[in-house]
């Protein structure tokens, strides 16, 4: 169990770092968000906390969103989306499926009716492909919410889309005209 857990908090302050706030332990990332691997293991273990490549092969492999990717040699890693610092992961833009979820909280879903689905502090809005993923990110905030939102007709609209690595479809703020609906969950 303390394995487990002591791999939440490291998975925890990697994402800090990969997708956040490199200067915390003193890397950089390039432009693409790659960083150093080795850089990155004696940043962490600079900062107190013990990591090991083994280990963090095994947080990259387990974990359950997919957050991070080695490069073929596993000299550079990086997350996979949710930056809120500017760089390009090299998404695929493609056409998504007709529907797509957003998991939010209800008690935000005033503010979308009159603002629409904004990126806040990411680079993208986040839309999962199917309910039940969009319903545990809702969870997170609160009583969760998921809108389906209708991107055949963004689509239409002169919208474009992107696919990560680890399967989370990505877009620019989304306007409340293109929810389709917003189920309680």
């Given at each position: 169990?303390?394995?487990?857990?002591?791999?939440?908090?490291?998975?925890?302050f990697i994402?800090?770092?990969?997708?956040?706030?490199?200067?915390?332990?003193?890397?950089?990332?390039?432009?693409?968000?790659?960083?150093?691997?080795?850089?990155?293991?004696?940043?962490?273990?600079?900062s107190?906390?013990?990591?090991?490549?083994?280990?963090?092969?095994?947080?990259?492999?387990?974990?359950?969103?997919?957050?991070?990717?080695?490069?073929e040699?596993k000299?550079?890693?990086?997350?996979?989306?949710?930056?809120?610092?500017?760089v390009?992961?090299?998404?695929?833009?493609?056409?998504?499926?007709?529907?797509?979820?957003h998991?939010?909280?209800?008690?935000?879903?005033?503010?979308?009716?009159?603002?629409?689905?904004?990126?806040?502090?990411?680079?993208?809005?986040?839309?999962?492909?199917?309910?039940?993923?969009?319903?545990?990110?809702?969870?997170?905030?609160?009583?969760?919410i998921?809108?389906?939102?209708?991107?055949?007709?963004?689509?239409?609209?002169?919208?474009?889309?992107?696919?990560?690595?680890?399967g989370?479809?990505?877009?620019?703020?989304?306007?409340?005209?293109?929810?389709?609906?917003?189920?309680?969950?």
């Amino acid at each position: 169990m303390k394995k487990r857990q002591n791999d939440i908090e490291l998975g925890k302050f990697i994402s800090l770092i990969l997708r956040h706030k490199p200067e915390v332990i003193g890397i950089t990332l390039d432009e693409n968000g790659w960083a150093d691997t080795q850089q990155l293991l004696s940043g962490i273990n600079a900062s107190g906390r013990y990591i090991d490549l083994p280990i963090l092969e095994r947080i990259v492999r387990e974990n359950n969103k997919k957050r991070y990717s080695f490069n073929e040699d596993k000299t550079k890693i990086r997350a996979n989306q949710g930056h809120s610092i500017h760089v390009d992961v090299e998404m695929k833009e493609m056409l998504p499926p007709d529907e797509l979820y957003h998991g939010t909280a209800e008690r935000f879903l005033e503010s979308i009716r009159k603002k629409g689905i904004l990126k806040m502090n990411r680079q993208y809005v986040h839309l999962s492909s199917d309910i039940e993923t969009a319903r545990t990110v809702g969870k997170r905030h609160g009583k969760p919410i998921v809108l389906v939102i209708d991107t055949r007709k963004m689509v239409e609209d002169g919208y474009h889309f992107w696919l990560s690595d680890n399967g989370v479809w990505q877009s620019e703020e989304i306007k409340w005209e293109y929810v389709k609906a917003a189920l309680a969950v």
